[in-house]
């Protein structure tokens, strides 16, 4: 969760997703993204879905063609969706955007600003 202001993107807030998941995938059910949606238009959520979060435990930071199909679901809500992957073995993460134009491209670290 979070917004679009004065040119950065703000997250502020994160919703688990579901327990539909095996050792290689993991499902955010399609219910509680529209329960979610519906929350924020009456106004129990504030903010707006900005993205997706998952990790690859041991695999490495990369998207996958299920990854890629996800976050481009997400533009849905906003053009400025990202995707958040963590490899826990490692303590890294990337984050991922679509930039127009050229396709979903990973974001600099010179980018990303943690406070």
Do not use: R
């Amino acid at each position: 969760m979070g917004a679009l202001d004065d040119q950065a993107l703000w997250v502020n807030d994160t919703i688990p997703g579901g327990n539909e998941t095996s050792e290689v995938s993991c499902v955010f059910p399609p219910q509680l993204l529209a329960q979610v949606a519906n929350d924020i238009v009456e106004g129990k959520i504030d903010g707006s879905i900005v993205g997706w979060y998952h990790s690859h435990p041991g695999h490495g930071l990369f998207l996958s063609q299920t990854d890629l199909d996800t976050h481009m679901g997400f533009h849905q809500f906003s053009p400025y969706a990202l995707s958040l992957v963590v490899e826990p073995s490692t303590g890294e993460f990337g984050i991922w955007i679509y930039e127009n134009g050229v396709g979903v491209v990973q974001l600099p670290v010179s980018y990303i600003h943690i406070i």
